[in-house]
């Protein structure tokens, strides 16, 4: 069954702050990479030329969160490129730079095949998981490799 996830983060100064231009500038390439790797399915992107979803107002007011949703063929494949995309985990391992801590930040949920989620259905799913933990219906990698692989 197809995974969806949701990732969230806030930056640490204004979006537009300078301090921000290298994660900005390397959403493309990243994106990009995205879209032909191995199990994708579809990711949300922003209206008319956005090529990310960084303008997407996710939360009311809080021009500064902003949220990254995508759907996989499985978690094997999302983990992959999260993990193991080389761009992709340079990216990762700067989170600090540009963002404030947040948990959770990331949820993972099945949907059926062909379903998009929303940015509703996602914030519910994160909150669900902040709320209840990590189960069968909103988890995290950590609980998804203890519990459902193999």
Not at 43 to 63: H, K, M, P, Q, S
Not at 70 to 79: A, G, K
Request: glycine share 6%.
């Amino acid at each position: 069954m197809p995974i969806a996830q949701l990732n969230v983060a806030r930056f640490r100064r204004p979006k537009a702050d300078p301090a921000n231009q290298s994660f900005m500038d390397a959403l493309d390439h990243v994106n990009a990479q995205a879209d032909v790797a191995d199990g994708f399915v579809w990711r949300l992107v922003g209206e008319g030329d956005a090529n990310d979803a960084t303008a997407i107002e996710a939360v009311a007011g809080d021009a500064d969160f902003i949220v990254n949703l995508s759907v996989w063929r499985d978690v094997p494949s999302l983990e992959a490129f999260a993990y193991r995309q080389a761009d992709h985990r340079s990216v990762l391992a700067r989170r600090g730079e540009w963002f404030e801590p947040m948990e959770p930040s990331l949820a993972l949920w099945e949907v059926p095949e062909g379903h998009i989620p929303s940015v509703a259905e996602a914030l519910d799913k994160l909150a669900e998981l902040g709320r209840d933990g990590p189960s069968a219906a909103v988890c995290t990698f950590k609980w998804w490799r203890a519990n459902r692989s193999g």
